[in-house]
């Protein structure tokens, strides 16, 4: 079992609607959650950090956190094309090593 | 906010040569850098964690003795990539933790360079 697993997608959706990504991780120690934006070509870019259970909302993104299943997702609504780009999701293990999910693909169509 | 630079962004060596790339915090003590990389359409893979003025730590499979990693300051790391043959071509990024911050397990990423081999 991979440590933290995403769907590779694409996913793709129309401008204007909601994108969820979503992230399941195998460590249950895991205390930091984080989610990177990278598009093609450039390095990852942070876009939100979760910490707690349940979510957090910053614009138009909610990371939410549910650690008893192990997962966390991303929400961001109102997509827009400048949205398009790979989705990270990267977990701090319980040894404090960062582990990134393989990414989420991400079209959003005008 | 948290700027991290890397130099240079891209590179074109022959192989059998040395490619040197710096990875700097520019507006943040990093108690910690780390060094990626990325084959295309894959996700980043860490090669090495480096604290300064402490060796660094890699991961299995990576060569210490062909990446070289030095930490000499808080606020830069080297990355040497020795010999490089074509199947070293690759995006390295780095990345840095900030110091003192109560959030210092969240990583600040380099623009990357994109290295070459010929």
């Known amino acids: 079992q991979k440590e933290v697993e995403q769907n590779s997608g694409p996913l793709s959706v129309p401008e204007g609607a909601i994108a969820s990504l979503n992230c399941t991780y195998s460590d249950r120690g895991s205390q930091s959650f984080f989610w990177y934006r990278q598009y093609s070509g450039k390095s990852p870019e942070l876009i939100m950090s979760i910490y707690s259970n349940g979510d957090k909302e910053d614009g138009r993104f909610t990371a939410q956190l549910n650690k008893a299943s192990q997962y966390v997702s991303l929400l961001i609504r109102d997509s827009q094309p400048s949205d398009s780009a790979t989705y990270l999701c990267a977990v701090n293990d319980r040894r404090d090593d960062m582990r990134f999910g393989a990414g989420t693909r991400l079209t959003v169509k005008p | 906010g948290a700027v991290v630079s890397q130099h240079p962004s891209r590179v074109i060596c022959k192989s059998g040569t040395s490619v040197k790339i710096e990875c700097r915090s520019l507006?943040?003590?990093?108690?910690?850098m780390f060094w990626y990389r990325q084959f295309p359409k894959q996700s980043l893979m860490l090669m090495a964690t480096s604290n300064e003025g402490s060796k660094a730590t890699y991961e299995q499979g990576v060569e210490k003795d062909k990446f070289l990693i030095n930490h000499a300051s808080l606020t830069l790391s080297t990355l040497t990539v020795t010999s490089a043959h074509p199947e070293d071509s690759s995006f390295y990024i780095c990345s840095a933790n900030r110091a003192l911050i109560a959030a210092a397990d969240t990583q600040y990423f380099g623009p990357g360079t994109r290295l070459t081999v010929l």
């Open positions: 507006d943040f003590q990093a108690t910690t």
